[in-house]
């Protein structure tokens, strides 16, 4: 049968880890699929070898500010369909989503918004978070599976960050972004990771000024999650610590085909 690699990484700029020379990385573990976010950059933008690397299909949703938030997935076989958004055009302009259909699943790739800015900026990931939601349920009541990918700016449990209770009243740890992860669950789709490890100590985003990321003081921001139905092809799920070039470390799914 076989299995498939996909890899999810938040670059926080993908020019700059181009520059660094950890763009490659990902692409050198063979892995079917590619799902980039943050990129910071329209297509255009982009020498050819990010537009497209070799072996891969690309398909880029930007933001309409230059420089902010985009995603993109990189698939070596022609996605049967692809699209930003959540087919409301609600949250388009930021560019933070990605839908690309596969052989066997739908994919999002998603950079879910940060809240800390304001409580504007907060109640926008909740309308997000909301949006999102809804049409997950949708597709899985229409009968599809579902893979959804990417950073999503909130640590479920204690066990997912170094430091709990100083950061329960800091967006990425309040109860009520938790509670849309427990809600998600509770729709119908696994935390990946969770399947493999139950213990704390694992993460996906350190802080850079404060070298956090050589004392392992971070957060579990970074996730797979997928239906229940397509749990059971899931056969490993992981993080990339070892690769650098960014705040937040690459991580991986691996499915049965």
């Known amino acids: 049968m076989g299995s498939q690699k996909i890899i999810s990484w938040n670059v926080n700029g993908i020019r700059a880890v181009a520059r660094k020379g950890n763009f490659t990385e990902v692409f050198d573990e063979e892995a079917d699929i590619v799902c980039i ?5 329209h297509p255009d933008q982009l020498p050819a070898t990010i537009r497209h690397p070799p072996g891969y299909f690309s398909s880029f949703a930007w933001a309409e500010r230059k420089g902010y938030s985009g995603v993109v997935t990189y698939s070596r076989e022609e996605p049967l369909s692809e699209g930003p958004g ?7 302009g930021e560019g933070r989503v990605m839908v690309t259909e596969h052989p066997g699943f739908c994919l999002l790739n998603i950079y879910f ?9 907060l109640q926008y990931k909740l309308d997000f978070y909301e949006e999102c939601l809804d049409y997950l349920t949708r597709l899985v ?3 599809r599976n579902v893979v959804i990918c990417g950073d999503v700016n909130t640590a479920h449990t204690e066990l997912d960050l170094s430091r709990p209770k100083e950061n329960e009243k800091i967006s990425g740890f309040l109860s009520v972004e938790r509670e849309w992860i427990d809600r998600l669950i509770a729709a119908g789709f696994v935390d990946t990771f969770r399947m493999f ?13 404060t070298r956090a990321r050589e004392r392992n003081v971070g957060w579990r921001i970074d996730y797979f999650f997928v239906n ?17 070039g960014s705040d937040h470390c690459p991580i991986v799914l691996e499915l049965e085909k």
Do not use: C, I
């Not at 976010?37 to 950059?41: G, I, L, N, S």
């Not at 490890?197 to 000024?209: A, I």
């Open 113 to 121: 918004p940060n809240g800390k800015a304001s409580k504007a900026r």
């Open 37 to 41: 976010q943050e990129t910071k950059a």
């Open 197 to 209: 490890e139950e213990e704390g100590g694992h993460y996906s985003w350190w802080d850079l000024k």
């Open 86 to 92: 959540f087919a409301t055009g609600r949250f388009d």
């Open 228 to 244: 229940e139905a397509l749990a059971t092809k899931v056969t490993a799920s992981y993080m990339m610590t070892d690769v650098y």
């Open 141 to 143: 009541a229409n009968g």
